[in-house]
Structure formats: C-alpha cells, structure tokens
C-alpha cells in the first residue's frame, strides 16, 4: 500500500458528475450496471448516454457514435472526470477526429487503461493534460478487487493524496542499479497500442519516463514492438523506462520469454529501466499519473514517486 500525504482538495467530492464512456470494446449489462453502482457509493454521479451500447462489427458502438460520445464528455462544462468502461479495441478509430478538435479550455480527469493507451497519448502529449491509467469501470463493480486497491484509489481520488509511492522497484540493468535520481513526466501505457500509433498522426515522441505493460504476448512479439520503438526513435528522448505487469503469453512448451527479453532489452540501454509497477492488466491495479511530476530514485531499494494532479475547481 502506498503510503500518502493530505492536501485539500481531492480531484473528486460528493456530487461531482462523471461521465461514463466505452470508447473500444463493451462490456455486459451487469457489469455496467455494477460500474455504475460503484460511482454511486462513491457519492458521484455517473452520466450515462442512452446509446452507450449499441450495433458494430466489433466496437461498443459505431465509430461516429463512440466519437460524439468522447467528444460530448471531455467537452462538458459540469463534468469532472471521464471513466472509460471497458478497454479491448477501438479507440484508434476514432482518435483521428479527436485531433482535429481544439482541446477544452479547461482540462478533466480521463480515467482507463489498455486501449485508452491512446487516448492518454493524446490528452497527455498533444492537449497537455494529466491523466489516470487506472482501473475500468468493468472491473471496478466486481467483488474480486482487492480492498488494498480500492482504498489506494479513494485515497488518489478522494482523499486528497498528494502523491503514490511505487517501492522496492527492479532495477534490470547498470544505469537502474546507479544510486541517482531523476525528475520528469510519465507517460505511456499498453506496449501493442504503443506500436499502434506508430507512423500515424499520434505518433509524437516522447520525453522523460515512459511506463509500459502488456498482455498475452509472447515473448518474441514483446521483443519485436520494443525493437520497432527503438528504430523508429521512440526511445531517443528518455531518461528512464518503467515496467509494470507483463501477463500470459506462454510459449508452446509453457514456458515464457517475457521476462528474460525485458531485461535483455533493459541491459541493451544506457537509461535506466526498472521493474516491479503494480499496474496493468494484472490481479492488482495500481493508479499511475501519467504527464505529472515523477521523481524516480534509483539505486538500492528503487522507488518511483508519482505526484497526483490538481484540477482547478
């Protein structure tokens, strides 16, 4: 559990509006229904459009539907939060219309992770806003979230925390295990949408400390995106990169791969790169701030501290 300091005004109170949106894959009714009944016992009000769900090939809803939805809630005046349902695919769709558009004037929290990797890389390095990679609404109203999780995620959102501590991080290669420390944003999020934005408009360089995790991939597919994002000078501007849970993808024979070509790839750089964030599609989902101050100390008993982001009321 992190450990958090106090400050007065938390990014969400009782009455805040939060706008619910399905930007990639949709979930089932239950699982909507209890989302949304979890926003409730946190005294927020979830805004739901009617046609949330809807008819398509593959996504929650068409294409122009999923962007009017997006569009309407980080546009809306007396909302204070965006919290994507579920993740899957589809956000890349609609991303295109997305940067077309002027950003707000006035900037909100966007919360979700895996395919909203893409939405946080525009938000974060296009718009210049703050946001979450944390938990989905989906998985939110189940009754298998750890209350350690749940309380970390009161703490970031409604309590008034300044900050979350990530401890005892891995260092995986020389310039990790160098007692230093360095100061930056983070961003990042899912390494296959990563590789998605590759060679399209949202493609921007990054700067700072990149964070990654994954799913299902195995170990040579996790070793071809990294390689890829090295050629294509992803990884040029970086000070430091951390990992968070990288699950499944077993070979044929069981074994997996993933965490020996991590390190390999870590001990290829001159930056350092660590491991050990609780956060991705693992059993336990740490909320990471991704585009605010992170000051990553290096060395033995490696630690990452992330600040949380004030939005003004």
Known sequence: MAEVTRMP??????????DVIAPGFRCTAEQ???????????????RVPQDLFGEDLLCANTDAIRFRQLRK????????????VRGGYGAIRIIERLQALQPPRRPKLLIGYSDATTLHQLLNLFWGWPSLHGPLLDRL????????ERAELAAVLFGGARQTLFADLVPLNAAARRRQTLTSRLTGGNLTVLQ???GT???????????LEDIGERGYRIDRILEQLRQAGVLRNLKAILLGTFIGGAEADRSNLGPAVLERFAQSLSIPVLAGIDAGHGAYQRP??????????CGAGAQLIVQVPTFGR
Do not use: N
């Open 201 to 211: 408009a949202l493609q921007r360089r990054p700067s700072g400390m990149l964070f």
């Open 141 to 148: 109203g189940s009754v298998d979230v750890r209350e350690e």
């Open 196 to 198: 998605s934005t590759l």
């Open 9 to 18: 005004q938390p990014l969400l109170a009782p009455g805040d509006v939060v």
């Open 32 to 46: 909507l229904e209890h989302g949304i009944a979890f926003l409730k016992r946190a005294g927020l009000v979830p």
């Open 73 to 84: 809630a980080l546009y809306a005046r007396d909302s204070r939060a965006v919290w994507c």
């Open 288 to 297: 990471v701030f991704l585009h605010t101050r992170a000051e990553l100390r």
